[in-house]
């Protein structure tokens, strides 16, 4: 029972809630050190912002791109159910043990007092929980930003 309550205070002061994606292959990037892909939902008071950012080239993307779009308190309550159900808070990646090659970067980020970060670069047995994640920003992003494409990210 303390563990629920503690969890559900925890989702009251998350502020942010993201997932990343890079290709695998030798890719040109406009800013080094960012992701291919990154969809980040931010939460400040009662603003919700949906950043949507592209940081590869391709049609209609000449330079690291970034749109916005608000978000209603539901969905950023759809994030946080998600975050629940999937128990992201405490997911850890379990890697499969082989080594792959041209397997890019996944990741998602949950941000509150403290931040939780995973990020992982090969196969992973238990991949499913953070794609729900991934999925979902991907679908708000698609809804709400119509002009900028997301290959790797995808509902």
């Not at 563990?3 to 406009?30: N, R, V």
């Not at 980040?40 to 970034?66: F, M, Q, S, W």
Request: glycine share 8%; proline share 6%.
């Amino acid at each position: 029972m303390i563990h629920l309550i503690l969890l559900c205070a925890a989702l009251g002061d998350i502020t942010e809630i993201g997932a990343h994606q890079s290709p695998g292959k030798p890719m040109l990037y406009f800013e080094e050190g960012r992701p291919g892909e990154e969809i980040l939902a931010k939460k400040n008071g009662d603003k919700i912002v949906l950043h949507v950012r592209v940081n590869c080239p391709r049609d209609g993307v000449e330079k690291y791109t970034e749109e916005t779009a608000d978000l209603t308190p539901t969905e950023w309550k759809s994030l946080l159910e998600v975050v629940e159900k999937e128990k992201l808070l405490e997911w850890k990646p379990d890697f499969t043990g082989g080594q792959v090659a041209d397997w890019g970067t996944t990741g998602f980020r949950i941000t509150s007092d403290k931040e939780y970060a995973q990020k992982w670069w090969k196969p992973v047995k238990n991949g499913k929980e953070p794609a729900v994640l991934a999925k979902r920003l991907a679908a708000l992003a698609q809804e709400k930003v119509k002009g900028l494409k997301l290959h790797y990210l995808k509902p």
